[in-house]
């Protein structure tokens, strides 16, 4: 147990569905991350999100919506995703943003999905 | 901006080999130095961290020393073992950025 839980663990979606990740975080921390992990590729940050408000958004397609209800639920929506967008996506969370630079993030296992 | 380079994998040893998978930097300030491991299926779990110069990590028989000099952050194991077979992160975070910054990952398959 990780601490991050990520629903659901596989998806395969059509690229007319939507669908929609959920990450949920117990630890009381206050910053939670998307990022996307695609084969051959490096780790892309995809949000940000501290106490609720959004406060990074890496240039992601529109097809990609982030919603942060309170912050131990962060949530990716899904809509007429192409299939270059397959890969893993995770969740994180930190204590905190700012200046204490010395915490890492805890990960979620991911949510694997394929797009056909 | 910050980044960070690691060997590119993936690399394959016997059980009770030694372990070096090599890590440097580029970045402002003084960062914080992490490396994580994703084992097959999972996401990245925190191995271990050095938080200023000459620190070292470690966590299950791997160790890590926060090379200022050098700006590296070599992982290293001296016996692995077929369960140490998974992805290798290197990643920093600097002073006042609360971004985590990964290398590529280096895969490892270690092997009976």
């Known amino acids: 147990e990780t601490g991050v839980t990520q629903t659901p663990r596989h998806l395969v979606m059509g690229m007319t569905n939507k669908k929609s990740l959920k990450c949920e975080q117990h630890?009381?921390?206050?910053?939670m991350y998307w990022y996307k992990q695609s084969a051959k590729k490096p780790l892309e940050l995809m949000f940000v999100?501290?106490?609720?408000?959004?406060?990074e958004n890496n240039s992601v397609p529109s097809r990609f919506s982030p919603e942060c209800p309170n912050s131990s639920h962060l949530f990716l929506h899904l809509h007429t995703l192409q299939p270059e967008d397959s890969a893993l996506y995770l969740c994180?969370?930190?204590?905190?943003?700012?200046?204490?630079?010395?915490?890492?993030?805890?990960f979620g296992s991911g949510t694997r999905l394929t797009v056909v | 901006g910050d980044s960070v380079t690691q060997m590119e994998g993936p690399v394959t040893l016997s059980e009770e080999a030694f372990l070096t998978i090599n890590c440097t930097y580029t970045?402002?300030?003084?960062?914080?130095l992490f490396w994580y491991v994703q084992y097959p299926g999972e996401g990245l779990q925190l191995l271990l961290k050095?938080?200023?110069?000459?620190d070292k990590g470690s966590n299950k028989g791997f160790e890590a020393t926060y090379r200022k000099e050098t700006t590296s952050f070599h992982l290293e194991k001296g016996s692995v073992q077929v369960s140490d077979s998974a992805v290798y992160f290197c990643?920093?975070?600097?002073?006042?950025?609360?971004?985590?910054?990964f290398g590529k990952g280096t895969l490892l398959t270690v092997n009976p």
């Open positions: 050095a938080t200023k110069a000459d």
């Open positions: 970045a402002t300030g003084y960062p914080s």
């Open positions: 999100y501290s106490l609720e408000e959004r406060v």
């Open positions: 994180a969370s930190s204590p905190q943003l700012g200046s204490t630079a010395n915490y890492g993030y805890t």
């Open positions: 630890l009381g921390h206050n910053a």
């Open positions: 990643a920093l975070r600097g002073g006042s950025n609360y971004k985590l910054t």
